[in-house]
């Protein structure tokens, strides 16, 4: 069964820079999407950034195009999340979440995946 497993939160000044990483376990990522998300309390979880399996299709939210990169390490079978320049508002748990490509409603709804990691904490102080 596919696991997925996140790392890499913790607090930063804003400004700063973290690398959030996804470790993928039990499946190929041939044909698969893997997205992170993130959500505050009371709110719904919000699509931040996806990449296809073979790496090389990517979405960005708006928010986050231009100081965020998503990346993939097929041999180490991690997606990683690099961003830059966070802001306290980026304060959230971030969730990678993993399915098929081919989304019915977008790739950024959490209602398209079935995989889901446990979440990291980022915290982004000002």
């Known amino acids: 069964e596919m696991q997925l497993v996140e790392s890499g939160g913790g607090l930063v000044q804003a400004g700063g820079s973290l690398r959030l990483s996804c470790a993928v376990s039990g499946m190929t990522f041939f044909g698969y999407a893997i997205t992170w998300f993130r959500q505050v309390p009371g709110k719904e979880r919000e699509g931040v950034a996806s990449i296809s399996g073979k790496g090389g299709t990517t979405f960005y939210a708006r928010s986050f195009q231009g100081r965020s990169t998503i990346s993939i390490d097929n041999p180490k079978k991690t997606v990683y999340l690099q961003m830059n320049n966070l802001k306290p508002e980026d304060t959230a748990v971030y969730y990678c979440?993993?399915?098929?490509?081919?989304?019915?409603?977008?790739?950024?709804?959490?209602?398209?995946?079935?995989?889901w990691g446990q979440g990291t904490q980022v915290t982004v102080s000002s």
């Open positions: 979440a993993a399915d098929q490509m081919g989304w019915s409603s977008g790739w950024d709804r959490e209602d398209e995946y079935g995989y």
